[in-house]
């Protein structure tokens, strides 16, 4: 059995895989010690580097990185990463580490706690590498910061390229950031860029929180957070990537990969991501994006920077889209009138910690760093698979936390007397399903809101050929991703649109969505950085002139208890007071069954009472609302079909399989 274990540690040896992953034993199944064994494999490398010198093809590369990563492994082994530097002794040789000299093209591997051999790490998150051949051992440096802010308990992970060099008196061991140095002595260094990326990302939280993020927030709210996927670069400036509905920071590892695996844009951005339950809607999600944002920039602007720190670029998928989009734009008053009819200084708060949710979901100024946003498929004026019936059925699965949830129930109970109409009539309140509804009047306060930076946009069409046209054009007009239309996603004064020929879950990874990304964060390193925009981008499409079924409008009367507003109520004047009491018995009861139910939490704020139930249309998502009938037209009058406007509408054939995965 001890030689069978031995044979095993040597068959790993042999394969280069990481010093983590392999416990090997003092002494080998030849009687060699480990150092003996490590000097072997140093005279092994130093033959590789002997045959590439004299000729550098590719098979001749690749003996000297194989022999190259295995010697790394033996050499972790014999003596722990912060050894790693100045003069080591290896069975009687002599081996140098020198000191990396001022700036950034060399690493100090001693600083970190351990490393992986790239090609040893299974790329499962990402159709295309970052990778490029060439000479050396791409391995990822790894730091297991896990008290540090803003680090994921991966670390930080970042790619390097080891050399070992026997030209001088003695052979000399040194590690390169490939972006920053990609040369060594003329020759191409090797490079890998889709490992630390795999390593730091595709891990058990990210991708629990895809699924279980939507329907136990709570759960996943420890997972939550802003990350850096590198040590804090002061000279470089961040790019904060924000994934949508149903997803998790998977959906960015091949562009982070590209970005990273580009010359110009790697020395000049750091790439960061953020992460959420998305069980909960845009609004309420939103206030601790911003705190983390202003948070991130107190922490390292001590460290330096300031000045790129100001230049930050949120890029937002789908409901990250959304996200981002509140970190650029100041509430006014409006995001409170979504919900009260009563100033603040009014309302009857049930806590200071309720008070602060709704002060500081309703109330919030644009995040300064924030210089510029792209958004990618984003839902600006929401998409309507988020009505369809099955949709609903899902609403009732989510389960939002506890404490948002009384919240609320407390705060409606305190004050039927100043509570927003729309808000009274929810259902399903806060959850991120609600909140997508074309049909939340959010969006038209959102779209009020001026957006205070220069901001871009990409937009999927899965129909072949409209990725030509430009916008006003009605097929385009008409056009989708699959999941949110046109009409949603297109916004005026952006410094530039950007169609992609890609369904709604790919254009984070479709070539053309990577390429527009590389062309703004290029021209923004140019000098070239657009203008903000003077005016709001208003409604457009079927619902611009939605308005929300309300319920009958409730007043204060004089003598103290609300009562029915004689515009809208048939009752005698012997009926307001019994009335009103029921009217306010069955609101408080509906708002507290609401948000103790799974589906219930402050962030929908404005989510407007559901329609009828009834078969979603095939012929198209969004269509314009028809006029409320009277009690006696429901009766005898046929319910008129339902129409789209020409120029503005988005269809989807009963063919057409359609995902609602990701928004």
């Not at 060439?134 to 992970?157: D, M, Q, W």
């Not at 795999?198 to 997972?223: C, L, Y």
């Amino acid at each position: 059995m001890a030689t069978l274990v031995v044979a095993i540690a040597l068959t790993f040896a042999s394969t280069g895989c990481a010093p983590s992953d392999v416990n090997r034993p003092t002494v080998t199944a030849t009687g060699k010690t480990l150092e003996h064994r490590t000097a072997e494999r140093l005279a092994a490398v130093e033959v590789a580097w002997r045959e590439v010198q004299a000729k550098p093809t590719e098979g001749s590369r690749k003996k000297y990185r194989a022999e190259l990563e295995t010697f790394l492994v033996y050499l972790a082994d014999l003596k722990k990463l912060p050894e790693w530097k100045g003069t080591l002794t290896i069975g009687g040789r002599l081996l140098d580490i020198p000191r990396p000299p001022a700036g950034y093209s060399q690493y100090d591997i001693s600083w970190y706690d351990s490393f992986r051999i790239s090609s040893q790490v299974a790329i499962k998150s990402m159709k295309k590498p970052g990778r490029v051949e060439g000479l050396g051992a791409p391995i990822v440096l790894r730091k297991h910061s896990s008290n540090e802010p803003y680090v994921f308990r991966t670390g930080l992970n970042s790619p390097a390229t080891a050399v070992l060099d026997f030209g001088g008196a003695r052979p000399t061991l040194r590690f390169f950031d490939p972006r920053e140095q990609p040369k060594y002595e003329g020759s191409t260094l090797a490079a890998d860029y889709a490992a630390p990326v795999e390593v730091a990302i595709n891990v058990s939280e990210f991708r629990d929180i895809m699924f279980g993020g939507v329907f136990r927030v709570d759960k996943f709210m420890k997972t939550r957070g802003l990350y850096l996927t590198e040590p804090y670069r002061a000279d470089k400036i961040p790019v904060v990537f924000v994934h949508g509905l149903q997803s998790s920071p998977l959906t960015w590892t091949q562009m982070i990969s590209s970005l990273n695996a580009h010359p110009e844009l790697s020395r000049k951005y750091q790439f960061w991501f953020y992460t959420y339950p998305t069980g909960s809607s845009w609004i309420i999600s939103a206030p601790a994006f911003r705190d983390d944002l202003n948070g991130a920039y107190s922490t390292f602007a001590a460290k330096g920077g300031r000045e790129n720190l100001n230049r930050c670029v949120l890029v937002g998928h789908s409901m990250g889209g959304l996200m981002s989009r509140m970190m650029t734009i100041d509430s006014g008053e409006d995001f409170w009138n979504l919900v009260f009819e009563k100033p603040a200084t009014r309302v009857d708060w049930p806590s200071a910690e309720a008070k602060n949710k709704f002060m500081t979901t309703l109330y919030f100024k644009r995040v300064p760093m924030v210089s510029a946003a792209v958004f990618i498929a984003a839902p600006h004026r929401g998409s309507g698979m988020a009505d369809w019936f099955v949709v609903g059925w899902i609403k009732k699965l989510i389960k939002l936390p506890s404490s948002v949830a009384s919240a609320l129930v407390n705060v409606a109970t305190l004050n039927m007397d100043g509570i927003n109409q729309n808000f009274r009539s929810m259902t399903g309140v806060g959850t991120s399903l609600t909140g997508l509804s074309p049909k939340n009047p959010a969006f038209r306060t959102l779209n009020q809101r001026i957006i205070q930076v220069p901001f871009y946009t990409i937009i999927g069409d899965h129909t072949t050929g409209n990725d030509q046209l430009v916008y006003p054009n009605a097929t385009l007009l008409a056009g989708n991703d699959t999941v949110v239309p046109y009409w949603s996603s297109h916004l005026n004064q952006a410094v530039s649109e950007k169609i992609i020929h890609a369904k709604h879950t790919s254009c984070t990874t479709y070539d053309g969505s990577l390429a527009e990304v590389s062309r703004i964060l290029s021209e923004r390193l140019a000098g070239k950085l657009g203008k903000a925009p003077t005016q709001p981008a208003g409604m457009m499409g079927p619902y611009k002139d939605h308005v929300p079924t309300m319920r009958p409008k409730v007043k204060i009367h004089p003598s103290g208890p609300h009562s029915i507003s004689a515009a809208s109520s048939n009752n005698k004047a012997d009926k307001p007071a019994r009335a009103t009491a029921t009217s306010k018995s069955k609101t408080a009861t509906r708002m507290a069954t609401t948000a103790s139910s799974p589906s219930a939490s402050v962030g929908g704020v404005g989510a407007p009472a559901p329609a009828p139930k009834r078969k979603p249309s095939a012929a198209s998502i969004p269509t314009a609302p028809a006029a409320p009938a009277t009690p006696a037209a429901k009766k005898s009058a046929p319910q008129p079909a339902a129409t789209v406007e020409p120029a503005e509408s988005a269809s989807i054939s009963p063919n057409t399989r359609v995902r609602a995965s990701v928004l």
